[in-house]
């Protein structure tokens, strides 16, 4: 089992960055794919970026590309979401995802591909 804790949320004003953390405990994920989803009040919970085994590979939803990053450090078992140029249509409760492939180098979209969820973190942008 693979237990993920979000963390580095808080209060920005729009245009300014927040880096969020994802660190997995239970055991390694190196040999998993990790994804961000996010929740606003009264929405679905979509899709915000997903990466590979080693890094190799990222996906982006439309609606960040270009301002936010994903990344992996699988020494420290984390996932990092570096976002920039934040705007206010960005608030949301951020969620880390993870599950284990043997393809090392995809990237999946869909909740329903994750098994390992974290219990999120706020992200309020204020204008």
């Known amino acids: 089992q693979v237990q993920l804790a979000e963390s580095g949320g808080g209060s920005v004003q729009a245009g300014g960055p927040l880096r969020l953390s994802c660190a997995a405990s239970g055991r390694t994920i190196s040999s998993h794919a990790m994804g961000w989803f996010r929740q606003a009040p009264g929405k679905e919970r979509d899709f915000v970026a997903a990466i590979s085994w080693r890094g190799g590979s990222t996906y982006y939803a439309d609606s960040v590309k270009g301002r936010f990053t994903i990344s992996r450090d699988n020494a420290k078992n984390t996932v990092y979401l570096q976002m920039n140029s934040l705007k206010p249509e960005d608030t949301a409760i951020y969620y880390c995802?993870?599950?284990?492939?043997?393809?090392?180098?995809?990237?999946?979209?869909?909740?329903?591909?994750?098994?390992?969820w974290g219990q999120g973190t706020q992200v309020t942008v204020s204008s």
């Open positions: 995802a993870g599950r284990s492939t043997v393809n090392t180098g995809a990237t999946y979209s869909r909740r329903s591909e994750y098994v390992y």
